[in-house]
C-alpha cells in the first residue's frame, strides 16, 4: 500500500503522517525533512537544495526523486509506505510509479482555504530536533516554547514567513495542483476537508484506508 499525502502547504500532511504511521505501522517519508535533513548536514545535495527552498520553489525533480527512491525501495517501505510532499509535479508522479510495483496506492487531500494556510502557517513552529509541528499561540498560552519530547527551543521554518508563503502558494497551484486531475482519472483520490481538528480529520482518513486495506487484503494477500 502506497499512501500519498497531497495538500497545500500547512493543509496537515506531516501531522496525518504521523498519525497514519503509527496507526497502520507504515514508515513516512517527508520529502521536506529529508531536504532539510540534507540542508542543515550542507551535504552537496542539501547546498544546491538550500537557495531554492528559503525562495519557496520546488527543488530539482532528480534530486527529490534519488532521495525518496533511496527510502521506497529499502526492506521497510516493502509492506507500504506514505509519502508526505511528494509526487509534487506529473513528472514525479510518473517517475514514482516507474519506480515501484506497488499493489495498491491511495491519496489523500487534504484541502484548506488560503486564508487558513496563511493563518497556519504563520503560526507554526517545528522542534529542530524531531520535526514535530506545534502552534505557536497555543505554545505560549502554556507558557512552554520547548518540544515537549526533545525539551528544545521551538523554532520557525525559514520557509513560513509570509513572503515565501506566498510563493509557496503559488508553486503548489502551479505545479501540484494539476496532480489533483491525474489521481481523480486513476480512482484513488479521496479529497478531504483539512480545515477540521486533526482528530475529525483523522477519523475520515482512517476509515476510507480501514475500507481501503480490507479490499486489497481481498484481492491480493499483502498489503
Ligand atoms: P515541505 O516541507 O513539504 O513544505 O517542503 C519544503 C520545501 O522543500 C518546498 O518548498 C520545496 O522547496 C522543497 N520540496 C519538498 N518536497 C519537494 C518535492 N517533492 N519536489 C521539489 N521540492 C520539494
Do not use: W
Amino acid at each position: 500500500m502506497r499512501i500519498i499525502l497531497l495538500g497545500p502547504p500547512g493543509s496537515g500532511k506531516g501531522t496525518q503522517g504521523d498519525l497514519i504511521a503509527e496507526k497502520y505501522g507504515y514508515p513516512k517519508y517527508s520529502s521536506g525533512d529529508l531536504l532539510r535533513q540534507a540542508v542543515k548536514e550542507n551535504t552537496p545535495l542539501g547546498k544546491e537544495a538550500a537557495a531554492i527552498m528559503k525562495k519557496g520553489e520546488l527543488v530539482d525533480d532528480e534530486i527529490v526523486i534519488e532521495l525518496i527512491k533511496d527510502k521506497i525501495s529499502g526492506e521497510e517501505s516493502k509492506h507500504g509506505y506514505i509519502l508526505d510532499g511528494f509526487p509534487r509535479n506529473l513528472n514525479q508522479a510518473k517517475k514514482l510509479e516507474s519506480m515501484t510495483d506497488t499493489a495498491r496506492e491511495i491519496v489523500f487531500d487534504l484541502q484548506l482555504s488560503e486564508e487558513n494556510i496563511i493563518e497556519r502557517l504563520s503560526d507554526r513552529l517545528i522542534c529542530p530536533e524531531c520535526k514535530a509541528i506545534y502552534s505557536g499561540k497555543d505554545r505560549k498560552q502554556k507558557k512552554n516554547m520547548k518540544c515537549e519530547k526533545c525539551d528544545l527551543e521551538l523554532i520557525q521554518r525559514a520557509d513560513d514567513k509570509p513572503e515565501v508563503i506566498r510563493e509557496r502558494l503559488r508553486v503548489y497551484e502551479e505545479q501540484t495542483e494539476p496532480l489533483i486531475d491525474y489521481y481523480k482519472k486513476k480512482k484513488n483520490y479521496y479529497p478531504i476537508n483539512g480545515g477540521r481538528s486533526i482528530e475529525q480529520v483523522f477519523k475520515d482518513v482512517c476509515s476510507i484506508l480501514d475500507k481501503e486495506l480490507n479490499l486489497s487484503n481481498l484481492d491480493y494477500s499483502s498489503r
